[in-house]
């Protein structure tokens, strides 16, 4: 795949709730999505930048909505679901994955914030299509086929001054 330049058209999709778990259970932090989406883009073209995330009608998720908004993401929002034996879930894969598909006839390069393995798939689909992929996670709880299948894995775990707070 091609090399990062100027000139590339970036799509930056970040998977919140993937990002939050993993930077909640080895960091007891949160992800500082400004980093994130100025590491992803890095002096390249931004074309699109979306923010898949989960309303559980916590206090302080609309002020979270639009922090996204304020840094530059698009933010796509779905209902938390609850089942009749109180299981909670709540899901982007599907919705990121075809966000992604759309995009690749107008971008050079997808980069995926996340480290769910499901999005191997996507990576390998996306590399055919002949767009560049990357990937970006906590190395320690990405899996390692995302980590394969993507051109590039930037491990945030080696720069938490820029994408922790």
């Not at 923010?51 to 922090?67: G, T």
């Amino acid at each position: 795949m091609s090399d990062i330049h100027p000139d590339q058209r970036v799509a930056v999709l970040a998977d919140s709730q993937n990002l939050y778990h993993s930077a909640q259970s080895v960091y007891s932090r949160n992800i500082d999505y400004a980093g994130l989406l100025e590491g992803a883009v890095a002096d390249r073209s931004l074309v699109r930048a979306i923010a898949y995330v989960i309303r559980a009608d916590s206090p302080e998720e609309e002020s979270f909505f639009e922090a996204l908004r304020d840094i530059g993401f698009e933010t796509k929002i779905k209902e938390i679901k609850t089942f009749a034996d109180g299981s909670k879930k709540a899901d982007w894969d599907l919705g990121m994955s075809l966000d992604a598909v759309s995009l690749a006839s107008h971008v050079d390069t997808v980069v995926l914030c996340t480290g769910d393995g499901d999005f191997a798939r996507l990576c390998s689909h996306l590399r055919h299509e002949g767009v560049r992929v990357e990937a970006m996670g906590f190395g320690n709880s990405a899996a390692d086929e995302l980590i394969d299948a993507a051109d590039d894995f930037v491990d945030l775990a080696d720069d938490e001054e820029q994408f922790l707070l």
